[in-house]
């Protein structure tokens, strides 16, 4: 009781008043050297790695050992048919293939706490595929954060059917990697940020995504807005859905 009373005392006297909180996740690691670059970032940016990549285990494990929360992203079938590599998620794969392949992607990503889709906007309308995706999950204590690939994404449903924590992306930040176009993609997650509370904002390994980073995210503890690890969003719901979790043993 005297250790809940000083942590609410903490959150009230060290927090600022009415500040947002914003996660920041960096996926699409795994594949190119330059990826190394995201370990320079603050360590309360997520990184989430693609499985079965030639830098991914590695880059996994650096970066939780930095202190970043890790996440694993699941490829996912997509409608343009882009070629997914290993490890993907696909409409003609049985229940048993796709929870095969899912324990695989953890059993290769280590530390990881929660997972994505990379791609997805096919898999992800699929009830199915969604529930069997989500049932992998709980079975790992893990969360999952919706991409947003698609706006008819089943993900949301299935995850509460089933029990797994869940939030979804709300804004990319460089689809253009084009100074301007990063400034205005920040200016939203600034605005939005601010308005809702809480905000979900995805971006790549891009070097040009790095730099920016790295000279703008100081830009938001003067915005009064809090750079969390993506599961601190979900603390509630994680502690209610996995109350025996823990950082050490999610694998």
Known sequence: MRFLLILLLQIIYLSPLNAANLAIIIDDIGYRQTDEAVLSLPTNITLSVLPHTPLGQKLALEGHNKGHEIMIHLPMQALS???????????????????SEINAAFNNIPFARGANNHMGSLLTQLENPMLWVMQSLKHKQAYFVDSMTTRFSKAGVQAKDVGVPLLQRQVFLDNDVRHFALEKQFRQIITQAK??????????????TVAYLKANLPRLKANGINLVNTSEL??????????????????
Request: hydrophobic fraction near 35%.
């Open 195 to 208: 308005q809702q509370g809480t905000l979900v904002a995805i971006a790549h390994p891009y070097p040009e």
């Open 81 to 99: 048919g882009n070629s997914l590599g290993p490890g993907a998620l696909t409409s003609d794969m049985s229940e048993q293939q796709i929870k």
């Open 234 to 251: 979900l603390a509630v719901d994680i502690a209610k859905i996995y109350p025996t979790s823990s950082h050490q043993t999610l694998r």
